[in-house]
């Protein structure tokens, strides 16, 4: 496990690639023109902005989560999940990059209603955002319970998990997901819908500055405000998918650690998914259904701004832990 895959060399390949095409056209269309909006200069500072909210929108518990749930299953399924995080990250930003770019060109039907609360286009995002996101990760702590289940009963092959649970709606249900996503490209699909809810602060925060250094300057120009904030958001989570994965494919290369190592990880898996899920629905059950029940609306009100560096976190713990566990077990052994 010390090489990376081939197809983890061309994910990171395509983030460098990102990342220079960015900052080129940055240097390019953007510094020699010194477009000035009153006091501020649209400058390396604004790019920067551009920059680190895409990285920090990576590290939003439900990126974390979709990213971590995708690469268990498709581990469980022998396939390499290097990719999962790339083509997240590509379906969430094609949506982040239309709608910038009709910020920037004035659509005033789209303009208007940026950071507005009570325009429609909020309303909509309010419900749409949280509700795809939160019954992905359900379905996916669905389909990861299922194998868990199989884990447990020593099946070997957990690459079926409807297998793992009894009939009815549920297995069919964990049955169709685990058949749809089968492979690492059908993220961006998934990326796709979760970016159409586009009510997360960062989002928000680029379209405004976008709408702004797109009354100052060139569309083309503007443009590369969200070019750049893409390269951050696909940096991060294509990083965290290459890494997810080589910690997943670890847990199969040792017959002795892949029972315990592999429940662990999947429990945390499905825990993660299980939290983001259910407070996601809450919310939408308590902004957009008017359900003032306290338990819903305590779950709802649940702050999930650092849970995704909590779940990289606890992740990157459960592999620190038992590779240290086998490595004294190997002294121990010689």
């Known amino acids: 496990m010390n090489r990376l895959t081939p197809t983890s060399r061309s994910v990171l390949i395509t983030i460098g690639a990102l990342l220079v095409v960015g900052w080129s056209l940055f240097a390019i269309l953007v510094l020699p023109g010194g477009y000035q909006a009153g006091a501020t200069t649209f400058g390396i500072g604004l790019a920067l902005t551009a920059f680190i909210l895409g990285i920090r929108h990576a590290f939003d518990a439900d990126h974390i989560a979709a990213i971590d749930n995708a690469a268990r299953k498709l581990v469980a399924d022998g396939r390499d999940p290097s990719s999962v995080g790339l083509w997240f990250a590509f379906g969430h930003s094609t949506v982040v990059l239309v709608a910038v770019g009709l910020v920037t060109a004035g659509v005033g039907a789209l303009t208007s209603q940026i950071g507005v609360d009570e325009s429609p286009l909020a309303a909509f995002t309010g419900v749409w955002g949280p509700t795809v996101s939160s019954l992905f990760l359900l379905t996916m702590a669905g389909v990861n319970l299922a194998i868990l289940i199989g884990l447990y009963r020593g099946r070997h092959a957990v690459g079926d ?79 965290n998918s290459i890494v997810t994965a080589r910690i997943y494919r670890w847990s199969v290369d040792d017959p002795a650690r892949r029972r315990r190592y592999n429940a662990t990880l999947i429990s945390i898996s499905i825990s993660v998914a299980l939290i983001v899920g259910t407070v996601g629905l809450c919310g939408v059950l308590v902004d957009a259904l008017g359900v003032t029940w306290a338990p819903v609306a305590a779950i709802a009100a649940t702050d999930l701004d650092s849970f995704g560096f909590i779940i990289v976190g606890a992740i990157l713990l459960a592999w620190l832990t038992s590779w240290a566990l086998s490595r004294a077990a190997r002294s121990r052994a010689a």
């Open 161 to 239: 998990p409807g297998r793992a649970v009894s009939g009815g709606l549920f297995t069919a249900v964990i049955a169709r997901t685990s058949a749809t996503l089968d492979t690492p490209w059908k993220m961006f699909i998934v990326g796709l819908l979760f970016g159409l809810g586009f009510d997360t602060a960062s989002t928000i925060a680029l379209m405004l500055i976008a709408g702004g250094a797109g009354v100052v300057m060139p569309w083309y120009a503007a443009m590369v405000l969200p070019l750049l904030f893409t390269a951050g958001m696909v940096m991060c989570d294509g990083v």
